[in-house]
Structure formats: C-alpha cells, structure tokens
C-alpha cells in the first residue's frame, strides 16, 4: 500500500480522499444522473419513435440515444463478461499473453489484441482499463485502445459495405500502423522518467518466469465451474470494475446527442472536402461531436462518398478515438495523471492528420 494509505482511516463522514477509500462510499453523481438522462431519452425515444409530440431538440437526444445504445448494448455486455473473466485470470498468464512491456512484440500482441476484439470504442475501454491494472505496460494500453475501437469484425463488415475492400484494408493497416508507433512512443517516454509507468507492472524478473499461456488457459478451462452462481458473481464484478466507464460513456451520451441536436450533419458534405481546410475542419468536428464507434462509422463513410475525401474519413475515425472525452477521462482516472491522457492525443493527432492529407490524394 501507499503511504497515505497507512494513515489511521478518516471518520466516516468525512469526504473520500483521492488514494483512499472512505468508510462510507460517496455516491457516484456523475453516473446517477447521466445515467438517468440516459434512461429517459431512451424511453422517450422507444414511446415516441416519429418524434413529432416533442420539441425539436429533445426528439433529436432522444432518438440519438434510443439508436447508439441499441446499436452499443451487445458490445457493452460482452466487455462486461470479458472484464470479468480478466478478473478471474492470473496477472502473471494475462501478462504472458501480452508479452514483456516496453518491447515492440509486446506492443504488437497488444495491438492486434484490440484488432481482434469485437467490442465498441466503450467496450474496448473497459477492458483496456483492467489490463492495465494487470500489469499491461502504458504503451501497451495506448496500442490496444488506438487501434481497436473501429476495427472489430462487425465494423470492418460495414465499412467493406460502404467504401469498398480497398479504403477499409488501408483504414485498417494505418490505424494498427498509428496503434504500433504510439505504443512504442508511449514506453519510450516511460522508459526516460517522461511519463509515470504502471505501477502494477511486474519487474524484468517476474516476466522471464512468466508461465506457458497454453497449459495455464488449460488449466484454468478445466478448473472453471459453470453455474448460476458462478456466472452470476462474473457478470456483477464486470459491472462493478466497469463503472468507472460506465460513468463517462453516459456522459459522452449525453453530450454528443446534446451537440448533434444543434450541429447539423448535413454539413458534412459540403464543407469537409478534400482540401487542407476541410481536413482540419473534419478534425474540429470529431473533436466536438463524441459519437461511438457505431456512429462514426456511417459518418466517416458519408465524408468518402459525398465530400470525396478519404483522408477525412480516416481522420474523423481516428481523431474521434484520440480526442474523445470520454477516453481521456477514463485515462485520467485510471492512471491518476492528467500528463498521460492528454498526450494521447498529443502522440496520435499529428500522425493521423499526415497520413489523412495523403490519403486525400490518392484518387477515388
């Protein structure tokens, strides 16, 4: 434990330090109450699917929401069961799995870890998070988040529906190359005091006697017990470590929704052209408008088809993962360090935006 952590235990009515649990938990207001906004613009938008008995505005939120979280739920649910079996597994087999932090091949597992996963940007965060308190070094961790949230099989299916094999391969081969350098840039900057590295990290020693991966996951299948109960104390400790992105993803929600109600999209099409404005303008608008990665998928593809711009439609695939709030927070409280969530998109921006100009001259 900390130091802070062996002082003599505050009284319970006094407020929760920022290393220390109080006895008395305070309640998540944040969580509560974009989560029961959430609530409400879902049944609003179920009740009132034509939108016409309310105003405007409200009938957009509504709508938003009824449609991102029918489209989110699955992901959601199945981070939820992977977070808890991550819960279930030895650090010393997850870290095994991942190989050594701060080496290339450790960052290459990582990424193609996230490659793999068929979750969305939210399901992708949450686990993501409990890696890292398994030990997944931070350029680990900004691999597995960089280069997943857009690229699970169900999303690759839809962009191959929408803009054709060719731009959804190059999509996919430069969002794993941009997942690759980040993560060896991140444990570069670890590695010289820069940035804080994981605490939970085991040292050189522990990972040299890392155990076999295949006869432990063999191991654990054979020891694994399948019933109500067991399944049951799965699925609610998902949910409890996944609160922290529960939290944020309900305002994130909220938000987008709010900004979508006033933000036409229609815009999209006639000022996100393939011109070095339209690519900053494009980067603008995944800043300000925080959709999943459900919805950037349609809109990235919106910004090849109708603005010709293909570079913009990686851009706003990649920037909305970079400078989503709701990553960066999570980040922030996950690692306890402003610094580290705020150079995610400091590391990851300045190559999306090259490699995005590029693309925008390459020919339809």
């Known amino acids: 434990m900390s130091s802070c952590c062996n002082k003599p235990e505050p009284a319970p009515e006094l ?12 309640r998540d207001y944040l969580l509560w109450i974009s989560g029961s906004i959430v609530l409400v613009c879902y049944v609003l938008g179920w009740g009132f699917a034509d939108g016409e008995a309310l105003p405007r505005w409200l009938a957009v939120m509504s709508g938003g929401i009824f449609e991102l979280m029918n489209k989110m739920w699955w992901g959601l649910a199945a981070a939820v069961v992977f977070v808890g079996l991550l819960e279930r597994i030895p650090r010393e087999l997850i870290m ?4 050594r932090g701060g080496t290339f091949k450790g960052i290459a597992r990582a990424t193609f ?12 965060l949450m686990v993501g998070t409990k890696l890292y308190q398994k030990g997944a070094s931070l ?3 900004m691999a597995f988040l960089i280069a997943s949230p857009w690229n699970s099989l169900s999303l690759t299916i839809i962009m191959f529906t929408l803009i054709g094999l060719k731009w959804t391969l190059l999509y996919i081969s430069l969002s794993l190359l941009i997942g690759l350098i980040s993560g060896v840039i991140f444990d570069r900057l670890v590695g ?42 799965l699925l609610w400790d998902g949910l409890k470590d996944s609160a922290m992105v529960f939290r944020w993803l309900f305002f994130g929600l909220v938000l ?6 006033f933000v036409p999209i229609d815009t ?94 390459m020919p339809l």
Not at 113 to 124: E, N, Q, V, W
Not at 276 to 285: D, E, F, R, S, V
């Open 15 to 26: 407020a929760e330090t920022s290393c220390c649990p109080s006895e008395k938990a305070q």
């Open 96 to 99: 095994a799995t991942l190989g």
């Open 113 to 124: 870890a996230g490659l793999f996963l068929d979750l969305c940007s939210h399901g992708i």
């Open 139 to 141: 350029g680990q961790l």
């Open 192 to 233: 010289k005091g820069v940035l804080n590295a994981n605490p939970a990290s085991p040292d050189a020693n522990a990972q040299e006697q890392a155990p076999a991966v295949w006869p432990e996951v063999k191991k654990l299948c054979a020891g694994a017990s399948f019933t109500h109960r067991s399944i049951g104390a």
């Open 256 to 261: 987008a929704t709010a900004i979508r109600a």
């Open 268 to 361: 999209y099409s006639t000022l996100f052209g393939p011109t070095l404005m339209g690519l900053l303008l494009t980067l603008l608008a995944a800043t300000i408008i925080e959709v999943c990665s459900e919805g950037s998928t349609p809109i990235a593809a919106d910004l090849v088809l109708r603005a010709g711009a293909p570079g913009n439609g990686f851009t706003f695939l990649m920037a909305g993962i970079a400078t989503d709030y709701t990553e960066i927070m999570i980040l922030k409280d996950l690692t306890k360090s402003w610094k580290i969530a705020l150079f995610l998109p400091l590391v990851t921006l300045p190559q999306v935006l090259v490699l995005g100009w590029i693309l925008n001259q």
